[in-house]
């Protein structure tokens, strides 16, 4: 980091929203050089005098700039300088003239006069008293920025996180942040927990104080949302805050816990466990949340539904008689049925109806002369349910009004929807914040259908509304289980249900039967492997120390890592081919030493012995070098024709399916993780390095590790009600503004494509998409999907997680790695309950 002191000369670029801007400055030492300085301040003007901290940066486009991570702002230099600060529009009312009158008049004294005796102004020719109140109220407001940027900064805040701040909470900055730091986690999107924690200690408060005992079990209620839960019990609660804090304060948390119960600043409601009464702590919102969903569910439950079951009939079995595939027996009844009651779930495995059903449905309700909406949680998902209806379905969002000024959804109790009967689909996906809005908007003189499958991923969000409502065995549920004999044509429908019956699906492959892929086969299962972490270090350790070793003419020496008390229990690698086993002892290891021939020990895991190293020395890609240490290869592995795992998912995306299915292919990789070499953020470079890489011409903004260029696939991360693009939206960067550090972002929407400006501080929530994770795919299609399988993923190996994959293609899915990793997936029921009383709050 270096430090540098100049006077602003102007100001090329500011932005009101996030402070981002863009200056030239000539440095005090060198008052004749133009440097740029990019930096985050709530307001910045020409003539001032910083003290820059930052680093010399090279811009591909704009050349040489000093990127200022802080800065502290000193008197003007010069009194050229001091005028041009003055009369740079700082100052209401003080423009060039006046500013040059008020520095002749006071000279040196200037800014004493304005800090202590602002009424003296009214020397000057111009100012006079209406003006001085202009001045005063300018330069007070002025000088709070300035107090707050420096205050901020003094603590550790970054300089973009400082402006947030400031625009948030004003003059009152200081204030707020002294009194409680951990407001800042609750007020402030990007500063969590952690970020607040550090503020506080570093301004003084107690690491035991009521005020960070307090903000934990915020924090920790919170942060169990991300787990699905609506709810805590104490134990997990004093478990995860003595993991947070690094230290036990059991009576503390006690303590608080309590006292936040009698204020209210949490709720509390009991359950019965083992014939006891236990304590469930729930944060204020999703405690009504979850009563609020409980409370309008029943009050549906409660209303009847006149219909004329005849006419009903009627229609349905001329309907039936103008269809080429009728509606089965299920269907019908699964129609009638929800026409019937005033809330009802639809739900079945892929392949058996539930699309035909809902048509018919909407048909009927049309007939009936019924005013019906059609919604889903996902831009995607509501795309393809309007395409399939052939009727308009909005997202939840959308259909909801969201505001972004009041935080709330226009649509609620006081102005419900206008109505007859709301059917929404994806039902798996509604956590219970959402579901609880949803069905305060909804008219209680309209009919709800909820349409989804238990089997897949439940919400990201906290609750598990679909299955909850399911199992409490109130609400009528229409269950299809026939699969079509039009789908039981799809090996993707046919092995989906085998997965569900913990079958593990036996997949072709295209290595061991290349003709399938003209087949109009949609399921595929590549045999590969991708190196494990300590089959990475080995090699690395191999390849790159033993082969510096024995290309110095030295000798390596290898030893059992099981037995390294064994003193005669060497191999010793030279270059020759000769690789010869003896007897070699520490005695004799220690007489080459002393001879000064270069040596080294190298301990080798047991289940390594068998490789053959000096092989491994020479293997020049991960591939062979893999090949040669992994016992039990399978015949059909793609490391016997060069190929790992992840190089293997890189080649089908930007080659081969394209090859096979045609360039306009939308292909996405699902994986388990985000982490690994197989998970989303490496694959994503991967995958960027062959189909969209570097050029000249080619705009791309560096974003921390992240690196977007015009063309890439990306994904919004969450909700942004302001440019309106939710979580899990799917577009490509069709332009960057490097200048300005911003983009645009085309998504697809039912009446085209949808161009979206991102400034930067929304660029923040834009993620490379290329590969995303299994969860963010949730109610969405897509042509082809790859689905890496492996060992490597072991903790998320679950058979909801692999089913939700594997139904997210639509021509077809592969499968890339082991048949082991697949069937301990197939088997593996996800029994991590999450912790919610929805199902409950509804018997009772």
């Not at 109806?353 to 059609?374: D, E, F, N």
């Not at 994986?671 to 989303?680: A, D, L, Q």
Request: hydrophobic share 40%; proline share 4%.
């Amino acid at each position: 980091m270096e430090n540098f002191t100049a006077i602003i000369q102007r100001v090329t670029y500011h932005s009101p929203e996030t402070g981002w801007s863009v200056i030239k400055v000539s440095p005090l030492d060198k008052p004749h050089e133009l440097k740029t300085v990019t930096l985050h301040q709530a307001s910045v003007f020409a003539g001032a005098t910083m003290e820059f901290t930052g680093e010399w940066m090279s811009h591909p486009k704009y050349g040489e700039q000093f990127k200022a991570t802080s800065f502290v702002e000193r008197k003007p230099a010069t009194t050229s300088a001091l005028e041009k600060y003055l009369g740079s529009g700082l100052i209401s009312g003080v423009g060039p003239k006046i500013a040059k009158r008020i520095v002749k008049h006071f000279g040196k004294d200037t800014l004493d006069v304005f800090e202590s005796h602002i009424e003296r102004l009214t020397e000057v020719d111009g100012i006079a008293k209406a003006k001085l109140e202009t001045i005063t109220s300018s330069w007070r407001e002025h000088r709070e920025i300035r107090n707050v940027m420096l205050f901020l900064q003094e603590y550790g805040v970054s300089t973009l996180f400082a402006v947030k701040i400031y625009k948030v909470y004003g003059n009152e900055a200081i204030k707020i942040v002294e009194a409680n730091p951990y407001q800042l986690s609750k007020d402030i999107y990007g500063i969590g927990f952690f970020s607040a924690d550090k503020i506080a200690l570093s301004i003084g408060l107690e690491k035991d104080s009521p005020q960070r005992i307090r903000a934990a079990i915020s924090h920790v209620l919170e942060a169990s949302r991300d787990q699905g839960h609506c709810y805590l019990e104490l134990e997990p609660i004093i478990m995860q805050i003595k993991e947070l804090l690094k230290a036990d304060y059991t009576s503390l948390i006690i303590e608080q816990i309590e006292l936040m119960e009698q204020e209210v600043e949490l709720k509390v409601r009991m359950k019965t466990d083992e014939e006891k009464q236990v304590k469930c702590y729930y944060s204020k919102s999703l405690y009504y949340d979850e009563l609020q969903t409980a409370d309008k569910v029943k009050a549906f439950l409660k209303k009847s539904v006149s219909v004329d079951s005849t006419r009903m009939h009627n229609w349905l079995m001329r309907f039936n008689e103008q269809q080429e595939y009728p509606l089965s027996d299920e269907q019908y009844n699964s129609v009638i049925g929800a026409c019937s009651h005033s809330f009802s779930i639809l739900t079945g495995g892929p392949g058996c109806g539930k699309t035909t059903t809902t048509k018919a449905l909407v048909r009927l309700l049309l007939a009936m002369q019924k005013k019906v909406t059609l919604a889903a949680p996902t831009g995607r998902a509501a795309q393809r349910m309007a395409e399939v209806i052939g009727q308009e379905a909005l997202t939840i969002h959308r259909l909801l009004v969201w505001q972004p000024h009041t935080g709330q959804f226009k649509k609620n109790e006081e102005e419900p929807l206008e109505t007859d009967f709301v059917i929404i689909d994806e039902c798996s996906m509604l956590d219970i914040s959402i579901s609880a809005s949803l069905l305060k908007a909804i008219p209680p003189t309209a009919q709800v259908l909820f349409i989804g499958d238990p089997n897949q991923l439940p919400s990201v969000g906290a609750g598990n509304v679909l299955k909850d409502l399911i199992d409490s065995g109130q609400v009528p549920c229409f269950h299809l289980k026939k699969v079509f004999r039009q789908a039981q044509q799809s090996q993707i429908i046919h092995y989906a249900h085998q997965i569900i019956q913990q079958q593990i699906p036996k997949i072709e492959s295209p290595i061991h039967q290349p003709k399938i892929w003209d087949e109009q086969v949609d399921c595929l299962f590549f045999d590969s492997e991708e190196a494990t972490k300590d089959q990475m270090r080995f090699i690395k350790k191999i390849r790159e120390t033993m082969k510096y070793v024995v290309e110095q003419e030295g000798i390596a020496f290898v030893r059992e890592k099981t037995a390294v008390d064994m003193a005669d229990n060497y191999k010793s690698v030279a270059m020759e081919d000769d690789i010869y086993i003896n007897s070699t002892t520490e005695s004799e290891i220690e007489a080459i030493k002393q001879k000064g021939i270069r040596s080294y020990i190298f301990n080798v895991p047991q289940e390594y012995m068998h490789a053959d190293l000096q092989a491994l020395m020479k293997s020049d890609n991960h591939a062979t070098a893999l090949k040669r240490i992994a016992k039990n290869i399978h015949p059909w592995s793609s490391l016997n024709y060069g190929f790992v795992a992840s190089e293997l998912v890189v080649r089908l995306y930007a080659k081969t399916i394209r090859e096979k299915l045609g360039q306009n292919t939308e292909i996405q990789i699902l994986s388990p993780m985000t982490v690994g070499s197989m998970g989303t953020k490496n694959l994503n470079q991967l995958v960027q390095e062959v189909d969209n890489p570097a050029s000249g011409s080619k705009p791309f903004l560096q974003i921390g590790d992240r690196i977007l260029r015009v063309g890439d696939r990306v994904i919004q991360r969450r909700n942004n009600y302001d440019l309106d693009v939710f979580n899990g939206d799917i577009g490509r960067i069709t332009m960057i503004d490097n200048q300005n550090m911003s983009m645009e972002v085309t998504f697809p929407s039912d009446s085209g494509p949808r161009p979206v400006h991102y400034e930067k501080q929304d660029t923040l929530d834009i993620d490379l998409a290329y590969a995303i994770t299994i969860h963010k795919s949730q109610g969405s299609e897509f042509d082809v999907v790859i689905i890496p399988v492996v060992l490597q993923h072991f903790n998320m190996l679950y058979q909801n997680l692999i089913y939700t994959a594997l139904t997210r293609a639509k021509k077809m899915a592969i499968f890339v790695g082991t048949r082991k990793a697949l069937g301990i997936a197939v088997r593996n029921i996800d029994n991590r309950s999450r912790k919610t009383m929805l199902r409950t709050i509804i018997l009772e």
